[in-house]
């Protein structure tokens, strides 16, 4: 069964941090780049990072550069997304997405909505100020 399930969201302080995680299925992890991707209440779906699962290449965007780091376990079939020095305007549902890992996947709205294959049900990120 192909799946992606998002786990680690929650409520934290301005300032604080949060670990997302995202397991997947073999043949998903196997065969694609997994990326973290986020949508506030009224807003557009936006790009976070993504990595590449066969040679670890990365990528950020702006907003998250600095402050968010994405690593990979092999082993565990698992995506992560560590999350410091938070802010309000990071209050959002995190989903995790398989497909491919380029930075225009992660700023262009019909990029991602194409090169996306697999979405996870997401999990929330509250941030009080």
């Known amino acids: 069964e192909v799946h992606l399930v998002e786990s680690g969201g929650g409520l934290v302080q301005a300032g604080g941090s949060l670990k997302l995680s995202c397991v997947a299925s073999g043949e998903i992890f196997d065969d694609y780049a997994i990326g973290w991707f986020r949508q506030a209440p009224g807003k557009e779906r936006e790009g976070v990072s993504c990595i590449s699962t066969v040679n670890g290449e990365s990528y950020y965007t702006d907003a998250v550069k600095g402050r968010f780091n994405i690593s990979s376990d092999n082993t565990k079939n698992t995506v992560y997304l560590e999350m410091t020095n938070l802010k309000p305007e990071d209050m959002a549902d995190y989903y995790c997405?398989?497909?491919?890992?380029?930075?225009?996947?992660?700023?262009?709205?019909?990029?991602?909505?194409?090169?996306?294959?697999?979405w996870g049900k997401g999990t929330p990120v509250t941030v009080s100020s």
């Open positions: 997405g398989a497909g491919v890992c380029d930075p225009l996947v992660l700023t262009q709205t019909t990029v991602m909505e194409n090169l996306i294959s697999y």
